[in-house]
């Protein structure tokens, strides 16, 4: 399966990062919260990383972490951030 996961911009270039997942590889970039199968709750830590407990847990089960620039060469949308 494909599994890949990537911190990519809530809101154009310079906004805050958030975990973003690809199960396939022609689908888009989409938010962790979207794949209630794989996201765990944040932690309540004022100003962490949006994602970062979900990350987490997926890089101990295996998920490949993308740097946001290759991610962005390998797909051209990424779907809208909706937290």
Known sequence: MHRRMCWLSASGDNGEKVLH????PNEPWRP??????F????YNIPGGSK???TYQ????????LVPTALANEFSASVA????
């Not at 997942?21 to 396939?24: E, G, N, S, V």
């Not at 847990?57 to 490949?64: E, N, V």
């Open 32 to 37: 962790y919260t979207t794949f209630r199968q």
């Open 39 to 42: 996201a765990v709750p944040d």
């Open 57 to 64: 847990k997926l890089l101990k089960a295996g998920w490949t």
């Open 51 to 53: 994602g970062w407990a």
């Open 80 to 83: 809208p951030v909706e937290l």
């Open 21 to 24: 997942l690809q199960t396939a």
